[in-house]
């Protein structure tokens, strides 16, 4: 028997109620609002969320990764919302796993990160004691459930306007090693969860403003001689990517969608990925959920190769 894992992120609930005026006027939170709302041709939809939580609800998956940016401008509002939306999957907290994105940091980092954990800390305990202070809370948690040990990381950092950049820092990736290494660990398959991804986004200032940090060390704490799931958001992208890496082993970056974003770019249409893994086989099948405007339902898709992808 095989574990069933569902890979959803950016859902970007956007929730303004009871924010004054003032607060979204002279602020970052302006920008980054109309930055999010104003690009022409996609469009966050929340009803398209809804149907997915019921897709999902229909077909019962052993578990369900969210990989960050769950909400828009880190508003409690928006953080009540996205709880409610995790709540409709049905699925017992033991069966959810949360991560922050740069979106739930927005801004006056030690607040916001204090609500993401208070708001999430059902989808966050950890079965081994690794984790260090981060903006987001602590991090990394490891989740043994069935065939999968679930890392969850937080390369999220409060920045400037328009930056969307990440970090994880010396001492989290240090954790993350430790994770790796550790027996309950080796003995199922891992599956990291970060809402950066583990390669760069194309272009000169891409990287800087957009990407990870520390990305090359990322890179080698996951290079660990086995195969190793790479999940992640942000790119509002999907794909499969094969990454080399020692020993034969194979990092599989596998990125997800936007869950709410009506894109015409099908590979940028809201879906959400699920993975077959087994322990001893590793990962035995990936695809998608997209979701079809015309007909209003999600339906199977492959997961395009995602090597080459600009982000
Ligand atoms: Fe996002
Ligand atoms: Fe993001």
Avoid: C
Avoid at 101 to 122: Q, V
């Amino acid at each position: 028997m095989s574990t069933l894992l569902a890979h959803l992120s950016d859902p970007h609930v956007l929730d303004l109620r009871g924010v004054p005026l003032h607060r979204m006027l002279l602020n970052k939170r302006l920008t980054g609002w109309l930055n999010l709302r104003l690009k022409r041709g996609h469009k966050h939809r929340p009803a398209v969320v809804e149907a997915m939580m019921a897709d999902l609800r229909a077909l019962a998956p052993d578990h369900v990764a969210i990989t960050g940016d769950l909400t828009n401008l880190a508003l409690e509002p928006e953080f009540e919302a996205a709880r409610a939306m995790i709540e409709r999957l049905g699925l017992d907290p033991e069966q959810v796993s949360v991560i922050p994105g740069n979106h739930d940091l927005y801004t006056d980092g030690a607040r916001r990160a204090g609500r993401f954990a208070s708001f999430f800390h059902k989808y966050i305990t950890s079965d081994l004691d690794l984790a260090v202070d981060l903006p987001g809370g602590r991090f990394p948690f490891v989740r043994l459930r069935d065939d999968l040990a679930l890392i969850g990381l937080s390369s999220a950092v409060p920045r400037l306007p328009l930056v969307a950049s990440g970090r994880l820092g010396d001492a989290q990736r240090a954790a993350l090693r430790a994770a790796l290494a550790h027996p309950e660990v080796r003995s199922r398959v891992p599956v990291v969860l970060s809402h950066h991804p583990v390669v760069d986004p194309r272009g000169r200032f891409a990287p800087a403003l957009r990407g990870l940090e520390d990305l090359a060390a990322f890179r080698a704490s996951l290079d660990h001689g086995r195969d190793v799931l790479a999940l992640h958001g942000h790119w509002h992208r999907r794909g499969h990517e094969k990454l080399a890496g020692s020993n034969g082993a194979t990092i599989h970056r596998l990125g997800a969608t936007s869950a709410s974003l009506v894109h015409h770019d099908h590979e940028k249409m809201a879906s959400y990925n699920l993975y077959e893994i087994d322990r001893a086989s590793g990962l035995v099948r990936a695809h998608a959920r997209v979701w079809n405007a015309l007909r209003e339902r999600f339906e199977d898709a492959e997961l395009p190769d995602g090597a080459g992808q600009t982000g």
